[in-house]
């Protein structure tokens, strides 16, 4: 509109007049509305066209000061370097390595990312706190958020929720119950309960017939399933790799009935104040907070 005309607007732009008054003409099928009136002396813009240019033009603006973001973004990250150290529980260490350190990599190629994993992580925050690390992540289940986000505060600690799972009951595919979209108490009470690591959690022990075996790691627990009656009890992230080496041998339930025993599982990040990080733990603290992980 700011040429006055289709030819000029069209030598404005690079392109044929006829491709600008049939990219037009398109818009306005598509809205509905004549956005131009047009005569041999010109054209002017319609009361609805006159909307649809101012609305156009702060659009436009808005993209412009977008992708000078991501240009200042993209020439930063060349600049940004150093080791990131994250303390985080078991239950977090797999995921972290297998989704944010090859985003971060992509990210920011300067960072290196070393990873501790520690069972005393959420039991006190004060051992995090010793460790020397001011960026972390670890998973509770949801009954103990309170207290973990009260005792991150008193130990100058911010603690906020990152993503939330339910816990699901792993089976072997051949197994009957399987066959279902879900489980139900009866049905759990028909199976024979298998951990890894360390005992079951007590809550669990009541709606399975009994614990059948403790074994090493994931792999040979998922396994076991895989060739048993036996079940498992997993958040899916947790077995993202094993369901995958698995497919087709194994399903992944939840259950049918509301009890205390399985409680949503709650990832959490823990850090510094952010003006206390250093810039590549802010990086990697935004990569975190801004990955997609809520189920």
Known sequence: MDRGSFSAAARSL??????????????????????????????????????????????????????????????????????????????????????????????????????SASPEMRQGIQ??????CKLGIGVCVSEQWDALRKGAGEAGLVCEPFGVEMAQVLLSARNALAQGESLSREQLGQLDLIWYTFAPPPRFQPLFRGVAAKVPNKESMVRMVAESEWAGVFTPSTIRRELSEFKGRVRLLPVG???????????????????????????????????????
Not at 127 to 132: E, L, R, T
Not at 258 to 285: G, K, N, W
């Open 127 to 132: 051992s995090f706190v010793k460790s020397g």
């Open 14 to 115: 690079y392109v044929s007049q006829s491709a600008l008054s049939q990219s037009v003409t398109g818009l306005e099928k598509e809205l509905g509305a004549e956005l131009m009136h047009r005569s041999r002396s010109g054209i002017s813009l319609t009361y609805f066209g006159h909307r649809v240019y101012d609305d156009a033009k702060v659009l436009l603006s808005g993209f412009r000061d977008c992708e000078a973001g991501w240009r200042r973004m993209l020439d930063e990250r060349g600049g940004i370097g150093g080791q990131v150290r994250i303390r985080c529980n078991p239950g977090a260490e797999a995921y972290l390595s297998e989704t944010i350190v090859p985003e971060l990599r992509t990210a920011y190629p300067g960072v290196e990312l070393l990873i």
């Open 257 to 295: 009935f509301r009890d205390d025993a399985f409680l949503s599982v709650m990832r959490y990040l823990i850090h510094a104040p952010d003006e206390a990080l250093s810039r590549p733990e802010q990086c990697t603290l935004a990569l975190l907070r801004h990955y997609p992980y809520v189920i």
